[in-house]
T-cell receptor
Framework: NAGVTQTPKFQVLKTGQSMTLQCAQDMNHNSMYWYRQDPGMGLRLIYYSASEGTTDKGEVPNGYNVSRLNKREFSLRLESAAPSQTSVYFC?????????????FGEGSRLTVL | QQQVKQSPQSLIVQKGGISIINCAYENTAFDYFPWYQQFPGKGPALLIAIRPDVSEKKEGRFTISFNKSAKQFSLHIMDSQPGDSATYFCAASPETSGSRLTFGEGTQLTVNP
């Protein structure tokens, strides 16, 4: 039972390159989220998907796109990476988009953009 | 614009001491206040949470105190242990936004043996 799995765990990109971060969950949860974590700024919501087939912008969506491929998978794409996107990215899930507050996080993907 | 402000940024406590982390919020629509604990190389995990209908919630050595009129809440860790060394995040959300939490900046806690 892996929970929330993120790939890759580490990635180095050059400015302008593109890449996709993958997230898969085996918890049968409906809602999935992408956060970025930066020192001194906590975690900030990039995009979320309340249920399969829906996606919405969070607090910091610029420069990112997402795809909810199916109930299990939610990917985050950087079309043209910028140094400001150097961060640790976390995928998270909840059973439903209700105010239970308990997010289940993956272990993170550390991205460096040179 | 940080809607949830957390302090201190870092905290060093001796084993057996009390660790206190404070958070303040602006949005009066917030009605759910969880705390997350994060160990190095891991994702955050829910530690304890409170809703504004109570002023305090205790789970083992961890207590949340909530002051609705001051729009502040805090985490107290009693009898702090080296294993408590981690980064702690407070968070908040209004019921209407579901689990889309707004997080504080984080506090790095070190408990010395």
């Amino acid at each position: 039972n892996a929970g929330v799995t993120q790939t890759p765990k580490f990635q180095v990109l050059k400015t302008g390159q593109s890449m996709t971060l993958q997230c898969a969950q085996d918890m049968n949860h409906n809602s999935m989220y992408w956060y970025r974590q930066d020192p001194g700024m906590g975690l900030r919501l990039i995009y979320y998907s309340a249920s399969e087939g829906t996606t919405d912008k969070g607090e910091v969506p610029n420069g990112y796109n997402v795809s909810r491929l199916n109930k299990r998978e939610f990917s985050l794409r950087l079309e043209s990476a910028a140094p400001s996107q150097t961060s640790v990215y976390f995928c998270a899930t909840t059973p439903g988009d209700a105010n239970t507050g308990e997010l289940f996080f993956g272990e993170g993907s550390r991205l460096t953009v040179l | 614009q940080q809607q949830v402000k957390q302090s201190p940024q870092s905290l060093i406590v001796q084993k057996g001491g009390i660790s206190i982390i404070n958070c303040a919020y602006e949005n009066t629509a917030f009605d759910y206040f969880p705390w997350y604990q994060q160990f190095p190389g891991k994702g955050p995990a829910l530690l304890i949470a409170i809703r504004p209908d109570v002023s305090e919630k205790k789970e083992g050595r961890f207590t949340i105190s909530f002051n609705k009129s001051a729009k502040q809440f805090s985490l107290h860790i009693m009898d702090s242990q080296p294993g408590d060394s981690a980064t702690y995040f407070c968070a908040a959300s209004p019921e209407t936004s579901g689990s889309r939490l707004t997080f504080g900046e984080g506090t790095q806690l070190t408990v010395n043996p």
